[in-house]
């Protein structure tokens, strides 16, 4: 069975470059090192590392334990530390990740009930790429991301998601636009702005970007991009000036802005699903309780939402 120390003593060979420099880091003796990484090299069945005069590398079996190494430590000092926050203080920490419309809308609403259950949330407010890489990587416990359909998100198999609002996307107008007096926009319609300047988000292949993208790519059009923002309050200003046209989120409307009309678009796929990700904690695909916890206080934030 893997212990610990010899992962410990991997991890630390690896980012040393020498058995001996390992030893230092880890305040232990070489030959203490060198037992750990034996019995690791015996448990796997082959050497992972590659050792001359110059230092010790990793070999590929050695970067594939490393990899997983990285987690289980990652996990295992995680443990200990909110096992000891709760004994001293009653309480347990969730590290959680959102995109900022959802933080601004959201976040305050479950901050409260997970407050109250006991767990104070670690939040971390990013775009959907690295929220979903910081989850792979088990940085974070859980997180609100949003994909469009048609476009999955590249989460690892044992990472479970969970739909917990469906957010239908918007057309933002300036007054007086020549479809700004409609009630609502259908798909012929939207086509025919393909000669406007549209305004998208800097982070690229967004997939809200990609949805519009795509269905204009369909109809032969290729859309001019003027601006790239993921600034609401400068989006709806450059659109308010009659500079670009695009497209908004339901969930970071909030109130009207002067100069703007928002337009709910007649086509289903023009909708982004906003999901919670989060860890299995067992084969059997549930996450931990607190994630469960953390779940439910987001399904409450959004019913209170709409």
């Avoid at 015996?42 to 990793?58: A, E, I, Q, Y």
């Amino acid at each position: 069975m893997l212990d610990l120390r010899q992962l410990r003593a991997l991890r630390a060979v690896h980012s040393e470059g020498s058995v001996t420099r390992a030893a230092r880091l880890l305040g232990w003796s070489q030959p203490t090192v060198d037992y750990h990484l034996r019995i690791i090299d015996r448990l796997v069945g082959s050497p992972l590392l590659t050792r001359t005069k110059r230092g010790s590398t990793l070999t590929p079996v050695g970067h594939l334990v490393l990899d997983r190494a990285q987690e289980i430590l990652t996990l295992s000092d995680r443990t200990l530390s909110d096992a000891r926050e709760l004994a001293k203080l009653g309480r347990a920490r969730l590290r959680f990740g959102t995109f900022p419309t959802a933080a601004a809308r959201l976040l305050p609403a479950i901050a409260a009930e997970m407050g109250d259950l006991g767990v104070e949330i670690d939040a971390v407010l990013e775009e959907v790429k690295p929220l979903v890489s910081h989850v792979n990587g088990r940085e974070l416990d859980a997180a609100l991301v949003y994909s469009v359909p048609g476009y999955e998100l590249p989460l690892r198999p044992d990472t479970a998601a969970t739909e917990v609002l469906r957010d239908p996307l918007l057309l933002a107008l300036p007054e007086g636009h020549r479809l700004a007096g409609r009630t609502s926009i259908d798909r012929e319609a939207l086509l025919s702005l393909a000669d406007e300047r549209w305004l998208l988000g800097a982070t690229p292949n967004d997939p809200m970007d990609a949805v519009v993208l795509d269905a204009f790519a369909a109809a032969g059009h290729e859309l001019e991009v003027a601006i790239r923002t993921d600034d609401f309050q400068v989006m709806l200003g450059m659109i308010a000036a009659r500079m670009v046209v695009g497209l908004v989120a339901r969930l970071a409307s909030g109130p009207v802005h002067p100069g703007v009309v928002l337009l709910p678009i007649d086509d289903p796929s023009f909708a982004r699903s906003v999901l919670l990700v989060a860890a299995q904690a067992d084969p059997g695909g549930q996450p931990t309780v607190a994630v469960r916890q953390l779940a439910g206080a987001v399904r409450h934030a959004v019913e209170e939402l709409v």
